[in-house]
């Protein structure tokens, strides 16, 4: 079964590849990659669905008083934002940040916009193709549950988002750290205790 997700992680990645050769948007919402492929989400589905919505008002905000000039992933996870990407200087980065503040049921901004030329498409491609190693490592290990973690790769920078355990936070910062095109590693997570944890695992999200 494990073999089955993992090719299926590498499979996404080259959709992924394939769609940003055909339409190379400045702006991005919901990371680099799809969090994973079996439904297991410590969100409830009213959250997920804000999340989306956030991602989306965040994006288009963005795109409108920018424009073409920066390249900005927009990242949602339980409220929390995060912005991923590239802006040609530190004022169009803040006001980037502004934006997402400004959003509708947004609880906190990390900004992580860098200030410097945009990506390249030979880049923005290795950054998908480490985000399905990745993805692929943490289905192979068995003590985690690959799909509880949402990755965004930018520029060989890792950042792990989710409902996680201080833990699991080790863990998946460790097994990401040994993939080929990694340079580094940043935890952006909500951390929840263990008890929470089994929580969490004994009923559904609803």
Known sequence: M???LRYLALGAVLLATLLSVSACFP??????????FVAVDRRTSGAMLEDQA?????????????GERVHITVTSYN????????APDAKDKEQAGEIAKNIDNVASVWNEVGVTSITTLTERTNDLVAAGRIKADLIDAKDLFSNAYKIVVERGAVYVMGRITAREAKRVA????????VKKVVLVHETITEDELANLNAKPAH
């Open 174 to 181: 460790s097994v990401i750290s040994g993939v080929t095109g």
């Open 27 to 36: 702006l991005m919402a919901g990371g680099v990659v799809m969090t994973g």
């Open 79 to 86: 409220r929390k934002l995060l912005l991923t990407g590239e």
């Open 2 to 4: 494990n073999s089955v």
């Open 54 to 66: 956030i991602e989306v008002k965040t994006s288009t905000r963005i795109r409108d008083v920018l």
